[in-house]
DNA sequence: GGTGAAAGCTAGCCGGC
DNA sequence: GCCGGCTAGCTTTCACC
């Protein structure tokens, strides 16, 4: 995809304003950034539409939804065979407790992401998942013990 | 913190469609949930001051953004005195390419996120910024062939 | 949980630069 | 082309049932 227009100063400020709150108001977003509404709206619309914003989601406190128990998995596969690993891929990505998967250059092969409610629940729903496929060759498991940003 | 009321069904439900798009309107929230918009927005609204809704976020895309070359970074550091430690850490937090810190238990010490427009960028913002604090022992960098989920 | 009403917001249309 | 003013219609949000 092309960028058909480069994102001036207004862009960014308006980016930058979103990210921090999706909820604010074409109003309030508009006076923030020095701008009245209908322009301002104009431009939310533009970068929607360029997919430049992406989508809007409301951020679930791990710890409140009793998921504070993450970690970072390391995974190695043993083969460069296409069609093992289209089925980690796809088996891994279903997991619900996974809430990111990385093809990594190099070593790992991957980076997961897990959030669940404790060392149990990570054992049972991720570990004994994942281990039986048939393309892992080696599970790292990196403890979180504490979110500094992000 | 506890939780003083458990969630209940329409809790989840509604927590299900603002993280899937924050910015529905409560009318159609409530419609979907098959509430009627009042009790909808007292729901939503208990949810937050829980803090089980931490935020609203609008999503850039990374690529779109000029943004497509992430990179996960486990970094250990050399010593135990706390004022370094904090140091580096109001340093890392403080960088805006990078989006996540974590502490870890074990090893690494941490792991960051970046994001940044490609090798050199990183090579100058990230790396330049971070082995001069005293704390860093060791930082290895892994790059991001493709993103999978999340 | 639902009702109603005041305040505020959205999103279109228009003119001006 | 992009901005700002305007306005009709809708949404949010509250006190009250």
Request: glycine share 6%; hydrophobic share 45%; aromatic share 4%.
């Amino acid at each position: 995809m092309r960028n058909k227009h480069t994102l001036d100063e207004l862009d960014h400020a308006i980016i930058a304003e979103l990210v921090a709150d999706a909820r604010l108001s074409n109003t309030e977003l508009a006076r923030r950034v020095g701008l009245t509404p209908a322009p301002c709206l104009r431009r939310v619309q533009r970068l929607e539409r360029a997919g430049v914003i992406a989508g809007y989601h409301a951020a679930v406190s791990a710890k409140a939804a009793g998921r504070g128990f993450e970690v970072i998995v390391a995974i190695d596969i043993a083969v460069n065979n296409s069609v093992t690993i289209e089925d980690f891929e796809s088996a891994v990505v279903q997991v619900p407790e996974v809430t990111e998967v990385r093809r990594m250059f190099g070593q790992p092969d991957y980076y997961l992401r897990v959030e669940v409610t404790d060392g149990e629940a990570y054992e049972s729903s991720v570990i004994r998942t994942l281990s039986q496929l048939p393309a892992v060759n080696r599970i790292l498991s990196h403890q979180t013990m504490r979110r500094l940003k992000g």
